[in-house]
């Protein structure tokens, strides 16, 4: 186990080679991989990525995975459910490959052709709907037309108007024009488009009807809902049939045979009903097969997935290794904690022996002057706080880990705002829910994006509503209502004297008196704010100014110990100047201005009060906020002569506390101000001296070496 | 300092969004590496690293340069849709504007390919899908110019330009040729027209420039191309579209000109087209090869201006040639023609 305490700074790492036998490899990265706590070192970053030396199992890897994922759409497509497996698969072992690529090819095959299959099926289908519907709607075109015709026979004849005539003559067999007719089955939405093209190619000598079908009809390839229509093309000229014919096959419209006469028509119809009665128990019996093969191929998709992806990224991280020493040897570095490497040790062994390799392989620590990086060992716990402090930026190698305090803080701070102990148990609930229920909910966790954040999170708010629950009773808030727990200390069963001259008004107030023993006993409420104060009209003014007061407290205590922890990295990694640089001047800063503010609560507390005599009875308090606004303006603030009981000895106690207060507030408010330039420009000024020192010391050791005649240009470089 | 002020209101996403792919161009280094490429296996792998990401990763093997062009096409076009949906007025008009050249190569596609006699959804396949309008299917019933314009050009933006040509009467090899070069012609006026003029401004001067060369290169090719065919010194003017730097300064000298030392002689006078002629016999360097570095700097340089929509334009141009590239790269791989293989134009 490693040692306790990592998570104060993050783990001691140390940069390892490993050596590997070639044939060992594998399964040694393998076991490292499920072990997970290895960071990989490109040791061959010139070599361009296609010529690396397992670049064809990726391909292979990569082929795999092309074919899952077109099973896998087959499969969504037929609604099944990709069974998710309970436990993950192990990477596969390297003969394997041909094993899952073999399978996979069948099924593949096997789909494509059943696909094949199933689409020619289904696009019979299409057409022989298509037909269907088509020979209907002629029927009752043709029918339709044949009523106009006997009424209109007399008037049209007379006229003769080809195109009317024309329409009406098509079943009369007797009449002396003949008139082509082009039908078929076009999509809806190029009806108009289709429709005005051929109205312009024939100079309007067409006429065109439309009828929509109803029945809603399934693209063969995609299995999207399509929408179509039936028309039906009246014309006369066959230089016109060829252009027709091109407009149709130009706008994918299927044409059909259409006979002019009913019984021809009616014929047809039962000859596609009866093939369409044979298609459809032939599709069932394909779609069943294929149901059959993708509910097969579902069951072992998503492990398949695993194991291909393991594999694949197995060959990723050997492809950062070198093969050296006439190839006996895999050698690859990498980072690992210092206080792995017998897990680590072991795990490669374990990979060896699964190999059946004789060779051992072994891992030696180099040493770097590198960066190293950053490693948080975390657990379920402490998961969520390392991700919220992550988020804001990864601290560098073996600095001061914030989240350690963060997992009080943050919630601390949290319930400081929230406050409600009614509320507080919702969330606790909540929490307690998921971490019951945390195994069941892991699996879960992908469904939804934003109850991912939550349930990552879970220890987190299970933390902050405790602590809202805590605070929650401090402010007596449950539910926005208090609760009267041990008695309030404030008498409030006052009863109102009123007569006939001062009659009673309503919504008439009644100061309560501290000082007066009849109304307060004097003694504090056990816990928390006392009830009484639900009732009181002065409730927001107390408690906003109650809990701004320890709000600045908690900001400034909170503020000052993050600046404090900046000292320990400082300390530690020896940068020394920056103590004084960066970090008096930001303490200072803060203390003299907000810590002083904070000082200056405590003592108003302290010194004042309802029952205390004049000057430090309660009018005479003085409002923080403005002395501390007239501290930074320099100014002070008029003395106020109806406060007269405040002036003793010389003292303005509504105004200044202590004496000699407005020069300390001076001297403070100065001194901060004068910290902002050394923050400012401190650092930047300290590294351009140091690098002209650094370029001086370079330049004197070059003199030296070179005995005397140095060249001049490098110092002035410098 | 108008400009300045309004652009981003309507235009800055976009922008921000072309500017994007502008970024994720290829870089030398990238093409550095798709050239050592051995098969077309590796070139995926190596777009695979690059902003194309995974695109081809659905395709069954083995891979072709016909699939690779198709999905890099489907790329361009789906990014420049999403720049369209995302434009309004007047920049959506200046990105249809656009689209328009792609209408012309289209129309001129099925024209040629039905006097061919050449399957018509072979032909629809092969158009380019920034150019497909409603009514393309309908372009293999016309036998004459008259009825091409009648039936399917009418009611398309291309009618416009159509005017132009409709006095040619049957849809010959040359005739086509002619009617493609009047289109062009009458769409860059009108595009030239609309960016100085109706636009004005930065794009104006923007686009000023790259249309100019746009419509010199015309004229050069028109001129080198009629040698020696029965194109009148009229005709061939009347091709010429107005709104070149050649066409306003010396387009009759031009239209007279019977040899290439002579254009190179006329040339020679612009300074931005000198090398164009230079050292012609001793490089390997084909004055197509030239024209298309030529638009690659002067789309490039329309970058380095703002609040301007010069640079939708250039974009497309840049990846259409990264497009062109990627093809030939992978052409000589397929051929296995390697000694070739750098001789395409970067993009940067």
């Known amino acids: ?718 | 300092m108008k400009e300045m002020m309004y652009y981003n209101i309507n235009d800055g996403y976009p922008e921000s969004i072309v500017r994007g792919y502008r970024r994720s161009l290829l870089t030398s280094s990238q093409y550095g590496t798709l050239t050592q490429s051995e098969t077309l296996d590796d070139i995926k792998l190596q777009l695979s690293a690059t902003d194309y990401g995974n695109f081809l990763q659905n395709e069954p093997p083995p891979l072709t340069t016909g699939v690779i062009a198709d999905r890099l096409t489907e790329r361009l076009v789906s990014e420049f849709n999403y720049l369209r949906r995302n434009s309004v007025d007047p920049l959506s008009k200046f990105l249809e504007y656009v689209t328009y050249q792609y209408f012309i190569d289209n129309v001129i596609l099925l024209i040629s390919g039905t006097l061919h006699e050449r399957d018509p959804a072979d032909l629809l396949h092969k158009a380019h899908p920034l150019g497909v309008f409603e009514s393309m299917p309908a372009l293999s019933v016309a036998s004459n110019v008259q009825e091409l314009y009648n039936i399917v050009l009418v009611e398309t933006p291309l009618a416009d330009y159509f005017r132009g040509c409709l006095t040619g009467h049957d849809l010959d090899e040359m005739n086509i040729e002619v009617i493609r070069n009047t289109l062009h012609k009458a769409y860059l006026e009108d595009f030239y027209d609309f960016c100085v003029n109706d636009l004005g401004g930065t794009t104006g001067v923007v686009m000023k420039e790259l249309l100019e060369f746009e419509a010199d290169r015309r004229i050069i090719n028109i001129t080198i191309n009629s040698f020696g065919t029965e194109l009148s010194k009229e005709d061939r003017l009347r091709l010429y579209p107005r709104c070149g730097k050649l066409s306003r300064e010396s387009p009759a000298k031009l239209s007279a000109m019977n040899d290439i030392d002579a254009v190179k002689a006329v040339c020679d006078n612009y300074g931005e087209y000198q090398h164009l002629f230079r050292d012609m016999n001793r490089s390997e360097r084909t004055l197509e090869d030239r024209f298309f570095e030529q638009e690659v700097r002067l789309n490039l340089l329309s970058f380095h201006q703002q609040f301007h929509y010069g640079i939708y334009y250039s974009w497309l141009k840049l990846k259409e040639q990264e497009i062109r590239n990627i093809v030939w790269i992978s052409e000589c791989i397929q051929q296995q023609q390697k000694e070739r293989i750098s001789d395409f134009v970067p993009t940067l």
């Open chain 1, 1 to 718: 186990m490693p040692e306790m305490g990592t998570l104060f700074r993050s783990e001691l790492m140390c940069r390892c080679q490993l050596y590997l036998p070639p044939e060992a490899a594998y399964n040694c990265v393998a076991e490292l991989g499920e072990l997970g706590l290895v960071q990989f070192v490109d040791v061959n970053p010139e070599v361009s990525s296609f010529q690396r030396q397992f670049v064809s199992e990726i391909k292979r890897c990569e082929e795999m995975e092309r074919k899952l994922r077109f099973i896998e759409t087959e499969v969504i497509r037929e609604n099944l459910d990709v069974d998710q497996d309970e436990i993950e698969p192990m990477a596969p072992a390297p003969r394997e490959m041909v094993e899952l690529e073999n399978s996979l090819t069948t099924v593949e095959n096997n789909l494509t052709e059943v696909n094949t299959n199933y689409v020619a099926l289904r696009k019979n289908h299409l057409e022989l709907t298509e037909y269907k519907n088509m020979l209907k709607q002629a029927e009752i075109f043709l029918s339709e037309t044949r009523f106009n015709f006997q009424d209109s026979d007399e008037t049209t004849r007379l006229l003769d108007d080809p195109e009317e005539n024309g329409v009406s003559d098509v079943k009369d067999e007797h009449a002396s024009m003949k008139f082509n007719i082009v039908a078929g089955v076009i999509d809806r939405a190029r009806q108009v488009a289709f429709e005005k093209m051929l109205w312009r190619v024939s100079k309007g000598n067409v006429f065109i009807k439309f009828s929509d079908i109803e029945e809603e009809m399934e693209d063969p390839k995609t299995g999207n809902t399509l929408y179509k229509s039936v028309f039906m093309i009246f014309f006369q000229g066959e230089e016109l049939k060829t252009r027709v014919q091109k407009i149709c096959e130009g706008f994918h419209a299927a044409v059909y045979p259409c006979s002019e006469h009913g019984k021809e028509r009616r014929e047809r119809m039962m000859g596609v009903n009866t093939r369409l009665e044979d298609l459809h128990t032939i599709l069932t019996q394909t779609t069943d097969h294929r149901h059959r093969l993708l509910l097969a191929a579902s069951r072992t998709l998503k492990s398949s997935y695993v194991k291909v992806r393991k594999m694949k990224a197995i060959y990723h991280i050997l492809n950062q290794f070198s093969l050296r020493d006439s190839q006996r040897v895999l050698i690859g570095e990498c980072w690992m904690p210092t206080a792995d490497i017998p897990a680590i040790k072991s795990a490669i062994t374990t990979g060896a022996q699964n190999a059946g390799s004789s060779v051992v392989p072994t891992i030696e620590r180099v040493p770097t002057t590198e960066d190293h990086p950053t490693f948080n060992r975390v657990n379920k716990y402490t998961i969520g706080f390392q991700a919220l402090i992550d988020s804001y930026g990864i601290n560098s190698y073996r600095e001061v880990n914030p989240s350690v305090y963060t997992i009080a803080t943050f919630p601390f701070l949290f319930a400081v705002m929230f406050g409600d102990a009614g509320h507080g148990l919702i969330m606790l609930s909540f929490a307690l829910w998921m971490i019951i229920a945390e195994s069941s909910l892991e699996k879960k966790r992908d469904i939804s994006e934003i109850f991912n954040i939550f349930f990552g999170g879970r220890y987190i708010i299970f933390l902050m509503s405790l602590f809202s629950i805590y605070t929650g009773l401090i402010y007596n808030d449950i539910f926005s209502k208090s609760l009267n727990i041990f008695g309030t200390n404030w008498s409030t069963n006052m009863t109102f004297a009123a007569n006939e001259s001062a009659p009673l008004k309503l919504g008439e107030t009644l100061m309560l008196d501290p000082k007066n023993p009849n109304q307060y006993t004097g003694v504090p409420y056990p816990f928390g704010v006392d009830p009484a104060w639900q009732a009181a009209t002065n409730k927001i003014g107390f408690l906003n100014t109650y809990k701004m007061k320890i709000s600045l407290i908690f900001g400034v205590v909170h503020m000052s110990f993050g600046v404090i922890l900046s000292l320990w990295n400082k300390v530690s990694n020896r940068r020394y100047h920056e103590i004084f640089l960066e970090f008096f001047p930001q303490i200072f800063f803060l203390l003299f201005l907000f810590g002083y503010l904070v000082v200056m609560i405590f003592i108003k507390w302290l010194m004042y009060g309802a029952n205390y005599a004049d000057p430090f009875s309660e009018h005479c308090a003085p409002n923080l906020l403005i002395t501390f606004i007239n501290m930074m303006l320099f100014k002070k603030a008029d003395v106020d002569p109806k406060l007269e009981g405040c002036h003793t000895d010389g003292m303005n106690y509504e105004i200044y506390m202590y004496s000699g207060q407005g020069g300390l507030q001076k001297f403070l408010v100065i001194f901060a101000v004068l910290m902002v330039p050394i923050m400012l420009f401190g650092k930047p000024a300290h590294k351009i001296y140091k690098r002209k020192q650094e370029a001086a010391r370079r330049g004197t050791m070059r003199d030296e070496l070179l005995g005397g005649d140095a060249p001049q240009e490098e110092e002035e470089e410098g």
